[in-house]
């Protein structure tokens, strides 16, 4: 067989194996895997022990992600009958024309502690003063760079959230404000890189998202990691150098609309005193 025969040939070959692959990818971008994980948190409160966390991040609303599966996800996170509902940033893709279509929907998310949101780096790319209305809309509480208090059974436990990384100004001191060494507190950070320089005793856990899993993992790795740490917070539990940092998989697409060995990811967090 000559070089030209060969080559056309082996074309043809590989056609099938692409559309196989590219068709499994687009498969794999909308098959949610619900990851239930039981995380201890040093000095939580006995009264806060057993307290369901669910966790959505980079939703990414736009042209990969349609309402309708966006509908799906709030369906399946109420069904979970979550305690609290935290949201870890990236609503949108592309456009700001998706950000108030993703928080009408994202409105119908309810749970007996509230529903919580930070930024992500999409968000100001895509419209800041959009993202935040669409918070005030939805009757989502945002929390860059502050926090609330849970109080129960004379007990104290803190949520609070920081501002993304890449675009925004973190501040953890004002996330934390007057809690104590005594207290523990989950801080919401879109990127978990924050995590790496963090050396505050007061951070019980933090949860965030960014990474997307990789987004597509091959058996080699994933080929690029959002990270400047490479694949050290790619996906679920990692050990910070003073805290737990849970990173999940998130729910949208970016760049091209599959996924490969990184499902999108609704998390349930159940907490646990230490």
């Given at each position: 067989m000559n070089r030209r025969a060969f080559l056309k040939t082996a074309a043809v070959a590989l056609v099938p194996g692409a559309a196989a692959t590219a068709?499994?990818?687009l498969y794999e971008a909308g098959w949610v895997e619900i990851v239930r994980k039981e995380l201890a948190l040093a000095r939580l409160p006995r009264a806060f022990d057993g307290t369901r966390v669910a966790f959505l991040t980079d939703i990414h609303h736009g042209p990969f992600t349609s309402l309708d599966y966006i509908r799906s996800v709030v369906r399946t996170t109420l069904s979970l009958r979550p305690d609290l509902i935290l949201l870890g940033g990236d609503y949108s893709l592309?456009?700001?024309k998706y950000i108030a279509p993703c928080f009408d929907v994202l409105a119908g998310l309810t749970a007996p502690m509230g529903v919580y949101g930070v930024l992500g780096n999409h968000d100001y790319w895509?419209?800041?003063?959009?993202t935040k209305d669409g918070f005030r809309r939805a009757r989502i509480e945002e929390l860059t760079n502050r926090g609330v208090w849970f109080e129960r059974g004379g007990a104290r436990f803190r949520v609070c959230g920081v501002d993304d990384m890449w675009m925004g100004?973190?501040?953890m001191a004002a996330a934390l404000g007057d809690a104590t060494p005594a207290d523990t507190c989950l801080v919401v950070s879109h990127n978990p890189d924050v995590a790496e320089k963090l050396r505050d005793v007061r951070v019980g856990l933090m949860v965030s998202g960014h990474t997307h899993g990789g987004q597509v993992v091959l058996p080699g790795g994933a080929?690029?990691?959002?990270?400047?740490?490479?694949?050290?917070?790619?996906?679920?539990?990692?050990?910070?150098p003073a805290t737990t940092v849970?990173?999940?998989?998130?729910?949208?697409?970016?760049s091209i609309p599959i996924r490969f060995g990184s499902r999108p990811e609704l998390t349930l967090i159940t907490l646990k005193s230490a």
């Open positions: 068709s499994y990818g592309k456009d700001g895509h419209g800041l003063a959009e100004k973190v501040d080929p690029f990691v959002p990270s400047n740490y490479g694949s050290k917070y790619l996906h679920g539990v990692c050990q910070a849970y990173v999940s998989r998130g729910l949208g697409c970016t």
